[in-house]
């Protein structure tokens, strides 16, 4: 409704300000321009919502563990990298969160098994705690360590951008956690103050 609103004041502007002739064609080009901006809009709606309803996570999200991996070794991302995403568990996870906060935000739900026999087990539980407690923000919530990470900003052209974080902890033999994404401009203070709501719904479907 406001896109079509938008249009007809463009078309109203440019009819007002010119002759009949010349209004019509000026008019035409700038209803044509409101257009293309709300097809242009949609585009990019559809490529932020990617994958999530597939239980896999989108390109761009597995861009940035890529980014992240590269530059560390031994960092979350990389820990990730190593892993598999159990799909239907991350199916039930995003039904969980997806009403969590409002229409501007979207969770991508990591859910992988860390597999070995005993010994192995333990290196690898090791390993993805390191790398939890290596993450910019940790915090203590439910008695699991939760870490938080800002991800790179990402512009998707000039009708849209977001930004985004990583939250991930480890609940026994298993890495658990979101990519949370969101067209508004969300503080790390904000999901934080969220995050016992949110890890407490990840929970409930486990």
Known sequence: MRSRLWTWLLVGAAVSGCDAPEGRTRAAEMAEMAGSRTAEAARAARAWAGQLGLGELSEAAKAWLRQGAEASSSG???????GEQVVPVALEIGRALG?????????????????????????????????IQGMPRVEL????????KQL????????????????????????????????????LADLVRDAPRLVALVRSVL
């Open 76 to 82: 979350i991302e990389a820990v990730l990298q190593k």
């Open 99 to 131: 009403g969590a906060v409002d229409t501007s935000t979207q969770f991508e739900p990591i859910y992988q098994e860390v597999p070995g026999g005993s010994s192995e087990l333990a290196v690898r539980r090791a390993e993805a705690d390191a790398a």
């Open 141 to 148: 919530i439910d008695g699991l360590s939760v870490g938080f």
């Open 152 to 187: 790179s900003s990402v512009d998707l052209g000039r009708t849209s951008s977001e930004s985004a974080y990583l939250v991930m902890w480890r609940q026994h033999d298993r890495l658990i956690g979101f990519v949370f994404r969101s067209r508004r401009d969300v503080a």
